[in-house]
């Protein structure tokens, strides 16, 4: 049984976290930071799948690893790299190697990563995805026919973007989301508590939990870059101009004070954070502790 | 040639059951090669509709559809019988539907499905293109193809790669979704993003070697005149 389940079917608020897997087998460095600054401290770490269309080590892989060393994955399913039959397939294998939750994801396009010549898949997307996962819980597959056995315990996941412009189209998505099966969200970077109390406001009728999502703004390069290459996100002046007049070696500790007050904000509004660390793992245990949900 | 064939009668009354008044819009190319269309099939189609109990607001064959100027210059001298329907059921390809769409504020709805031809366009210039994937959805999309718009020919809505309403994949393109949630809007057909199918048959999209030869699939190939063999060349 999923704990991630658990506890937000209790009404606990849920932090969760997220590992970039390296490009090569040494995943050493990446276990050794989960160990050391997740372990204990989320309740679900998810494992991106060749984020960006940029080729990594595996999340189905890593997903095994980690249960093997005592957390609970989340693991991240894309349809760029695969087919019906294969991704059926996995989540199968996933289940008997003890991954009990998935994030449903469409994925990005091939051509924005490191092999923009591969073929895109797209055989499903996310609602296709999450109705898959549903159909293989209720002991059939995508045909059909029976299972031997249904991976009836998985805990499925999808995103959204509440800070989307428009933002009706992403709330009509989500709304198919949970009518093929999404038991909870995770949200794009959120940086505006106004705006994400309006979103929530109408998100709140499809009474499934959402984690808001957090990514340390880690300097004014970063946020300008987010601003111009990352759908739904804007980095207000309220956190760039504080950064931007901060000395280099004062920015990491600014960067969490100003995270934490963010995230106080916004827990009235939500049913947990997905802190996405990029990098930062070192920071996590201090911003739970300053933003209270340690 | 563009394959296509007619879409059975009891999907078509499906399509249009939102809709009173049906302006059918015939394309006088491939679809009289391929026997699913003309003026016989456009008054099949009428007498149909009047039985169910629709109205038939006007009736218009036009020698093809995908030939932008034709379809303006054409369409343009029928604005008062269009201003009196709801909805153009066009019997012709996908590319016909959506120039359809392109050109007249009303819904498009397909009568025929296109087979797969591998990227025949016709004569259309637009960004409108028909993949033939054999099981038109463009009744549900506004006359907007989200298999061929969409960079990853999604069928359940915008991916998260959508920005200021453009594509992840060009930042001038348009997002497909984007347009479809738009035109569905100012149509007041939001709710289609509900009927639409969760997952794509891509058997559809297969046209088997029978289906080659029932069709007029091979009609650029058929020798229609052949020279006696004395009068072989010299």
């Not at chain 1, 198919?176 to 994400?196: C, L, M, N, R, S």
């Not at chain 1, 070192?282 to 340690?294: R, S």
């Amino acid at each position: 049984m999923s704990k991630l389940k658990q506890a937000l079917e209790a009404g606990n608020f849920a932090v969760t976290g997220e590992l970039g897997p390296p490009k090569g087998v040494e995943i050493g460095p990446m276990m050794e930071e989960a160990e050391k600054f997740l372990k204990g401290r989320v309740l679900g770490v998810n494992v991106t799948d060749n984020p960006s269309s940029v080729m990594r080590i595996g999340s189905l892989g890593i997903c095994a690893r980690l249960v093997q060393a005592g957390f609970e994955p989340i693991y991240q399913i894309p349809c760029r790299d695969r087919n019906r039959l294969a991704i059926q397939s996995d989540i199968l294998s996933g289940y008997v190697l003890g991954i009990r939750n998935i994030l449903a994801l469409t994925g990005d396009h091939p051509s924005l990563g490191d092999h923009p010549g591969a073929k895109c898949v797209f055989d499903l997307d996310s609602v296709s995805l999450l109705h898959t996962i549903s159909t293989l819980k209720n002991g059939k597959d995508l045909s059909g026919a029976d299972l031997v056995g249904s991976p009836k315990d998985i805990f499925a996941g999808a995103t959204v973007t509440p800070g989307a412009d428009p933002v009706e189209p992403q709330l009509l998505k989500m709304e198919k989301k949970v009518e093929a099966g999404a038991e909870f969200f995770q949200t794009q970077a959120i940086y505006d508590p106004d705006k994400f109390e309006k979103f929530m406001k109408t998100a709140s009728r499809f009474k499934t939990p959402v984690l808001a999502g957090i990514v340390i703004v880690k300097g004014p390069a970063m946020a300008k870059y987010m601003n111009e290459k990352v759908p739904g996100v804007f980095v207000p002046d309220s956190i760039i101009k504080p950064l931007s007049e901060a000395g280099k070696e004062d920015r990491p500790k600014l960067a969490i004070d100003l995270m934490a007050k963010l995230m106080k904000d916004l827990k009235p509004m939500c049913q947990g954070f997905h802190i996405m660390a990029m990098g930062w793992a070192k920071y996590v245990p201090d911003l739970m502790q300053k933003a209270g949900v340690a | 040639m563009i394959v296509n064939v007619p879409k059975p009668m009891e999907e078509l009354k499906e399509l249009l059951s939102d809709y009173q008044g049906v302006y059918i819009l015939g394309c006088g190319g491939c679809p009289i090669g391929c026997e699913s269309g003309g003026r016989a099939r456009l008054e099949d189609l009428k007498a149909e509709l009047i039985k169910s109990g629709k109205k038939v607001s006007g009736i218009q064959m036009i020698d093809f559809l995908c030939n932008k100027a034709l379809v303006g210059a054409q369409l343009r001298c029928r604005i008062p019988a269009l201003k009196n329907s709801n909805a153009v059921l066009v019997v012709s390809c996908g590319v016909g539907v959506q120039a359809t769409a392109a050109m007249i504020d009303l819904p498009s709805l397909p009568a025929n499905n296109t087979l797969n031809s591998q990227g025949m366009q016709g004569l259309w210039p637009s960004v409108e293109r028909c993949d033939g994937c054999g099981d038109c959805l463009l009744h549900l999309t506004g006359g907007i193809c989200p298999i061929t718009r969409c960079a990853k020919s999604l069928l359940n809505g915008q991916c998260g790669g959508t920005q200021d309403g453009k594509c992840e994949v060009e930042t001038q393109r348009d997002c497909a979704w984007h347009l479809i949630y738009e035109k569905l809007k100012a149509l007041g057909k939001l709710d289609n993003l509900k009927k639409l199918p969760k997952l794509r048959d891509y058997r559809n999209w297969e046209v088997s070697d029978q289906e080659r030869k029932n069709t007029r699939w091979a009609l650029e190939e058929e020798q229609l005149y052949r020279a006696p063999k004395s009068a072989g060349r010299q």
